[in-house]
């Protein structure tokens, strides 16, 4: 037997062993919790339902969170503790300050683009009629993968030679306004870095317009017709009426693109491959681990994302609770 075939075989089986133990286990537990009686029948249900999904978090999460931090503080070999020397090359490495300029850019600039336009066009298009066909449209990019998304913005972008027809969509626009050379839009610095953002904000814009839209058809109609009545309309009614009343799900949308923006690798690995001053810190964070085989430096980057989410989601937290509060 081919060796390559014989070593996925064994990986096969292996994986359907641990299944079939993990759901041997399972159903060993709902067994036993169905024979329990009296003052024991509630914690054993409660034990059986949040059992596995508490050894799943821990043993998906925790454990590998736990394991990272710890690597970070160890050489590139994950033998030999060097304290914070990962840390340092982190944040005083010139290349990785632009990594970490870059990241910070996605994470401000592009939540922000996808949910104003997502706001603006869930509010233009509930008042069109047949909305349900440009929803359709706006949103079916989400249904493309990013490195797809990616490709396909590639031609967008595309660059020929001077002299040569121009075959990027960008570069034959800036031929109609009388640009006779078109730059290579990916190689310039910084601003290429927005060129980026344009794809991933063309996939969530989607996203944002459909769970906004819902929340403004959610408000209720005599909140709206009584601030009407008092003389609000138009920019005035927007402002002082709707947002206030979505603001819980503005911050839903705004924070659950910004921990997917601060986990982007697909994007950039497939377009410039953090070239030409694009790097991110996903995808430097897999070149250390994947690449270089650093995993000192790999997990540092990787504790670096995990900081950088936790006040994303405590902030989210705290204000789903002031809002069911009210």
């Not at 603006?120 to 047949?130: E, F, G, N, Q, T």
């Not at 609000?232 to 947002?243: E, K, N």
């Not at 979505?246 to 601060?262: E, K, N, Q, S, Y």
């Not at 994007?267 to 001053?277: A, D, K, P």
């Amino acid at each position: 037997m081919n060796p390559f075939l014989a070593e996925t075989l064994s990986k096969f089986q292996q994986m359907g062993t641990a299944l079939a133990v993990f759901f041997g286990v399972l159903l060993l537990i709902f067994f036993l919790g169905s024979l329990t009686r009296g003052r024991v029948q509630t914690p054993m249900a409660r034990l059986v339902m949040l059992g596995p999904a508490v050894l799943l978090l821990i043993a998906g999460l925790v454990v590998p969170a736990v394991l990272t931090t710890i690597a970070s503080f160890k050489d590139a070999n994950n033998k030999k503790f060097v304290g914070l020397q990962n840390f340092s090359w982190v944040f005083t490495n010139p290349d990785n300050l632009v990594t970490l300029r870059n990241t910070v850019l996605w994470v401000v600039i592009t939540p922000l683009v996808s949910t104003g336009l997502g706001l603006l066009l869930a509010v233009l298009i509930d008042r069109m009629k047949r909305e349900s066909i440009p929803k359709s449209l706006i949103f079916m990019p989400m249904a493309i993968s990013f490195v797809g998304a990616s490709i396909i913005w590639g031609l967008v972008y595309q660059y020929s030679e001077p002299g040569s027809e121009q075959v990027g969509l960008l570069s034959q626009l800036a031929v109609l306004f009388h640009v006779s050379d078109p730059p290579n839009w990916i190689l310039i610095p910084f601003w290429n870095n927005f060129l980026l953002m344009v794809i991933f904000i063309w996939i969530q814009v989607g996203f944002a317009m459909v769970v906004l839209s819902a929340a403004i058809k959610a408000i209720p109609v005599d909140v709206v017709e009584a601030a009407m009545l008092d003389g609000a309309t138009g920019a005035r009614l927007f402002r002082s009426v709707t947002i206030p009343m979505i603001r819980g799900t503005l911050v839903v949308v705004v924070t659950t693109i910004m921990i997917g923006v601060l986990k982007v690798f697909d994007i950039v690995r497939t377009m410039t491959n953090g070239n030409f001053g694009t790097q991110v810190l996903a995808n430097e964070m897999y070149a250390q681990s994947f690449v270089q085989f650093d995993s000192g430096r790999g997990s540092a980057l990787a504790v670096v994302l995990f900081v950088g989410v936790i006040p994303v989601v405590i902030y989210n937290i705290i204000q789903l609770r002031r809002d069911h509060a009210r």
